[in-house]
């Protein structure tokens, strides 16, 4: 039976881990590789980078903690943030990420999507879709970290992101996003069921049970989270056994 | 040890290189070229393979004589060689992946699209999923029984001859996950992405 993914998710600027995990054992909090790894040898089943350096001359930053984290850590990598070229998932490809993850160069033309499931297989793209709601069962996407309003509709464009080609889709609530309340699970759950492709979770995770209504009422495949695996509060064992204990299937 | 792994421009096959010289440090001598002489002088060889099955098959045949010199060395020569995904499904005799395509025909066998029943089981099959061992296998050396394995396929392969399956997976139906034929391994999820498990197997497979 397929097991239902934890993917700790790790806010990276200009190459420091910013919001990181705070366990005494680190050495260098700021170090991204090494927070990497931690999460990696306690049993995260991916390992998200997402860059959100502003700047574009800072890119040569995260594919250069790409290749440190790929050279340790044997679990898919995937790492979003600033993919707007052909060349930028190349780079980032060649540097050890599985997947990357598109997010405003994929609402911008939905073409490149196609373009890049083309070139490199559905299975490393990811389409990060940031949406908000605007009235009851309607929400919208939004670009520039939730600032942008586009006036696309969150499922009409989940549908479309999968028919060109994209192998996930991972699905951050803006309104959820930072309030540790949980995922917004209605929106969940209509992009769960309106598409065929694994939904990632993202944005409101403040406990574990959460993580549960994720999995369980929205039909994620995946949950992803930072704040609550920073600063040791839950270790993924911890949020693995209790899912385990509630009878999710998790790989222990 | 020589050691190749085939590199075909053809996909990613940078966690397939980290994760093999991570485990042949010092051990094993790994070469990742498409240099056909290279290939001849090599020990084993690694068929990595990403993205769908025609763009591989055509990857391959674009580089002049690769095809027959990977057949030479696994068919004529019988020396190991591990396929990982694609590099697995390329085994068959044709896929139906874009369009209907001639495999290798090293094991006899299709391989098509994984039937999701109407859509109950999402596509494509992500993430980590138990394998069941059918049969012993020397990379399963060490292996326990329902270990957890990485995977990212939308397409099975389907040998005809069901005695060359050496484990399977469930997802929507029990899928051929790895085979084994004499010396030919092929594995459909990610040892290089499977953690120390996937790891174990890549070592299994370097001493072999």
């Not at chain 1, 060109?164 to 209605?186: H, Q, W």
């Not at chain 2, 068919?75 to 694609?86: D, W």
């Not at chain 2, 399977?168 to 004499?182: G, L, P, R």
Request: glycine letters at 8%.
């Amino acid at each position: 039976m397929l097991k239902n993914r934890i993917i700790p998710c790790l806010d990276v600027q200009n190459g420091r881990v910013v919001k990181g995990i705070n366990f005494v054992e680190l050495k260098d909090a700021g170090d991204p590789v090494e927070q990497a790894k931690i999460y990696s040898d306690g049993g995260a089943d991916e390992i998200c980078f997402l860059d959100i350096t502003a700047s574009n001359e800072n890119r040569d930053t995260i594919i250069d903690i790409v290749r440190k984290t790929a050279k340790e850590c044997f679990v898919p990598l995937t790492v979003g943030g600033g993919v707007r070229t052909i060349q930028n998932i190349t780079d980032l490809l060649l540097a050890g990420a599985d997947k990357v993850s598109i997010n405003t160069a994929a609402v911008k033309n939905v073409d490149f999507v196609k373009e890049a499931s083309k070139k490199f297989g559905s299975q490393c793209i990811v389409v990060a879709i940031d949406a908000k709601k605007v009235s009851e069962n309607k929400w919208e996407v939004f670009t520039h970290g939730g600032r942008n309003k586009t006036d696309i509709d969150a499922i009409e464009f989940a549908k479309q992101v999968e028919t060109n080609g994209a192998g996930e889709i991972l699905l951050t609530s803006m309104d959820k996003d930072g309030t540790k309340s949980g995922y917004d699970i209605d929106l969940l759950k209509t992009i769960t069921t309106s598409t065929n492709i694994p939904v990632i979770a993202s944005g409101g995770v403040g406990t574990l049970d959460h993580l549960y209504d994720g999995i369980v009422k929205g039909g994620a495949s995946a949950v992803l989270a930072a704040s609550i695996f920073h600063y040791g509060e839950h270790k993924i064992k911890d949020a693995k056994e209790y899912l385990n204990s509630k009878n999710v299937s998790v790989r222990l | 040890m020589n050691v190749t792994i085939v590199d075909y421009q053809s996909g990613n096959i940078s966690s397939v290189v980290n994760s093999f010289t991570e485990v042949s440090k010092g051990k094993v001598n790994l070469e990742v070229t498409s240099d056909i002489k290279k290939i001849k002088s090599s020990d084993k060889i690694v068929l990595p393979g990403q993205g769908s099955f025609k763009s591989c098959v055509d990857s391959l045949n674009n580089i002049n004589g690769l095809v027959d010199t990977l057949k030479e060395f696994a068919i004529t020569n019988r020396k190991p060689l591990l396929g990982i995904c694609v590099g697995l499904q390329m085994f068959a005799d044709v896929g139906y992946e874009e369009a209907e395509t001639k495999g290798l025909g090293w094991i006899s066998g299709k391989v098509s699209k994984i039937n999701n029943q109407n859509g109950k089981f999402k596509l494509p099959h992500i993430g980590w999923n138990e394998i069941e061992i059918l049969k012993e296998s020397k990379i399963f050396k060490d292996i326990k029984n329902k270990s957890h394995m990485y995977f990212v396929h939308s397409y099975e392969f389907i040998p005809e001859d069901k005695s060359v399956i050496s484990a399977t997976t469930d997802y929507s139906s029990k899928i051929v996950c790895a085979v084994e034929k004499e010396n030919l391994f092929g594995t459909q999820f990610h040892p290089e992405k499977s953690d120390k498990t996937g790891l174990k197997i890549i070592d299994n497979f370097l001493k072999l």
